[in-house]
């Protein structure tokens, strides 16, 4: 490779690192402490959070427009003008050069129009950073606090769900499968961002959940089994009640809501007013009406019988379907069910609510599509199907509450060691190596850039053992060093150039260098995939570190040397102090 190509290289891994890098460093240096609460907060903390903003905004810019609409804009509002100058632009009109509150107010046709606007550009902000937090370097319970979950999957009951011992495969794909409907429920629970996981090589998950929690809450939200049924819509009832809720709006003007004093008295036995929810632009479940769906047992196909669902496409029409599989018993109660109500609706009924409804044209039997929803749509509804119930029952193995009192004295010792440490054996190598402990300082330092960098871009879990294996990979990384320069010092010695010196160490200290590391990092592999919690984080950080000590002493400093001798065309080392 020549040497022009290695210094594009080690600039494209520099760039790549500091934008890998950047997420974190905005999170815990620019982001306000407060602006950090709100994004690790669930959505619908999100969402009051912007509509509070939006409201009190909106209020004072009316109220500053009806009392002199000439003023100048205040400078606690000019955050909005973007989203102003887009709303100008998009009607035709022109943009001012200097705003005054009448401007940004007279923009929109009303003060609900103002507000929506100023809503929707605090919710993205939010949403953005809660993106943002799910791309930089986590700090494990044991700095932060909280509440640690080991559960472990029952196989006898999977066995008797499915009627035969399952198989490895069944196992892991059931396991999968309860993680995500855990990651699923993380809003509903109320808690900020926890991490769950499963052990690699074990049919257990860990669950962490950073913070303050209730361990009742948290037991709740675990093993809570999520239900997914098709259900049928009594059409009857549905229609009666349609007229019910427009009658009670206009006479209380308000919606009708289940805990209501006025409650409808024409729904039959055995069936049950249900909420129909969507999505917001927050992502939290909203209510947008009511339906009655029977309760009888022919009417329901249980979300267990589910054994495949995708989204797909009408050969006809080319729009998004949702196609799902049932299991043989499923599959004939589903024709049972649809043979006799050809004509009836029939819901997606998960944990209570309608997520989605549609009328059965024909008999249907194991596999069923429903038709009339975007590509959005189809997919939220296809992850229904496939999430409903937890497909594998859960034992809590053990249930942890770790105090956080800790955390923040921990991160300061381990950063204040790790600075101690790496300038620590900076002064040595360059006391000892005097120039290459320059060039070995630097890649050092670009070693260490690129181990958080690599950290920070796959959302890896900072704990103490991770700070520990940081702290060693500092001292690790000048033993690649080392090596090479005794052999350079060697071949200086016997009279050659400095570039041919450089040259003859670089290449008979390759191998020595590659069996150290190579046999390290085999160990911290097995102990990454074998080894759990706290041997894991140690073995992952070490890992990486020795991949970029290696980089950083063959690659870094080998460039940074052929600069001094190609481009400064230096003729002499500065490696040692005896040694001119």
């Not at 059931?174 to 309860?178: C, G, N, S």
């Not at 090596?483 to 060697?490: N, P």
């Given at each position: 490779m020549s040497k022009r190509l290695r210094f594009f290289v080690l600039l494209l891994v520099l760039g790549i690192g500091v934008a890998f890098l950047y997420p974190t460093v905005n999170w815990y240096f620019f982001v306000p402490e407060d602006m950090k609460a709100v994004a690790s907060g669930t959505r619908d903390q999100v969402r009051l959070y912007a509509q509070e903003i939006a409201g009190r905004d909106a209020l004072e810019l009316s109220g500053l427009a009806s009392s002199d609409p000439n003023q100048p804009l205040p400078a606690k509002f000019t955050y909005f003008l973007d989203n102003v100058?887009?709303?100008?632009?998009?009607?035709?009109?022109?943009?001012?050069?200097?705003?005054?509150?009448?401007?940004?107010?007279?923009?929109y046709r009303n003060l609900g129009e103002l507000t929506r606007n100023i809503e929707a550009y605090h919710r993205d902000e939010v949403l953005a950073l809660k993106d943002q937090k799910g791309r930089i370097i986590q700090l494990g319970l044991d700095l932060s606090g909280g509440i640690r979950v080991l559960l472990e999957a029952d196989v006898e009951s999977l066995a008797a769900r499915i009627g035969s011992t399952p198989t490895e495969a069944e196992l892991s794909e059931?396991?999968?499968?309860?993680l995500e409907i855990l990651n699923n429920r993380i809003d509903q629970f109320g808690v900020t961002e926890p991490s769950i996981r499963k052990e690699e090589g074990t049919n257990r998950i860990l669950v962490e959940?950073?913070?303050?929690?209730?361990?009742?809450?948290?037991?709740a939200f675990l093993?809570?089994?999520?239900?997914?049924?098709?259900?049928?819509?009594?059409?009857?009832?549905?229609?009666?009640?349609q007229t019910f809720l427009a009658d009670y709006r206009s006479r209380n003007n308000v919606d009708w809501f289940p805990g209501a004093t006025e409650q409808p008295d024409f729904v039959p036995a055995g069936s049950e007013i249900r909420p129909v929810v969507q999505r917001d632009t927050y992502g939290v479940d909203q209510v947008v009406s009511y339906i009655v769906t029977r309760e009888n047992s022919e009417s329901i196909v249980d979300g267990s019988f589910i054994r495949e669902a995708v989204v797909g496409s009408d050969n006809v029409t080319g729009r998004p379907t949702v196609n799902f599989v049932l299991d043989a018993e499923g599959g004939e109660l589903m024709r049972i069910m649809s043979r006799d109500n050809v004509g009836t609706p029939l819901a997606i009924v998960m944990d209570g609510r309608v997520r989605a409804y549609a009328t059965i044209s024909e008999e249907l039997g194991s596999s069923v599509m429903i038709r009339g929803f975007t590509l959005e749509e189809s997919n939220n509804?296809?992850?229904?199907?496939?999430t409903a119930a937890l497909p594998v029952d859960l034992e809590i193995i053990s249930l942890q509450t770790v105090g956080a009192s800790l955390g923040e004295d921990a991160i300061s010792a381990g950063v204040q060691a790790i600075i101690v440490g790496l300038i620590g054996v900076i002064i040595f190598i360059i006391a000892y190596y005097l120039g290459g402990g320059l060039v070995a300082s630097t890649g050092l330092v670009v070693n260490f850039f690129m181990i958080i960098a690599t950290l920070s871009a796959f959302n890896l879990t900072l704990t103490l053992t991770s700070i520990a294996g940081l702290i060693l990979?500092?001292?690790?990384?000048?033993?690649a060093n080392v090596?090479?320069?005794?052999?350079?010092?060697?071949e200086y010695r016997l009279g050659k150039s400095a570039a041919a010196s450089i040259h003859a160490g670089y290449k008979k200290a390759f191998w020595t260098i590659m069996d150290a590391n190579l046999t390290t990092f085999i160990a911290a592999l097995f102990l990454s995939y074998l080894g759990t919690g706290p041997v894991q984080g140690f073995a992952v950080t070490l890992a990486v570190g020795i991949v970029f000590s290696v980089f950083s002493a063959l690659f870094v400093t080998r460039l940074l040397y052929d600069f001094g001798t190609d481009v400064l065309k230096r003729n002499t080392l500065s490696i040692a102090w005896r040694l001119k």
């Open positions: 100058r887009s709303t100008l632009r998009a009607t035709g009109r022109e943009v001012p050069r200097t705003w005054t509150v009448g401007d940004v107010v007279g923009t059931a396991i999968d499968l309860a959940i950073p913070g303050d929690a209730d361990p009742e809450r948290v037991n093993m809570g089994r999520g239900s997914l049924n098709l259900q049928l819509v009594d059409s009857v009832a549905f229609e009666q009640l509804i296809a992850r229904v199907l496939r990979t500092v001292g690790m990384a000048v033993d090596i090479i320069f005794e052999r350079i010092k060697e």
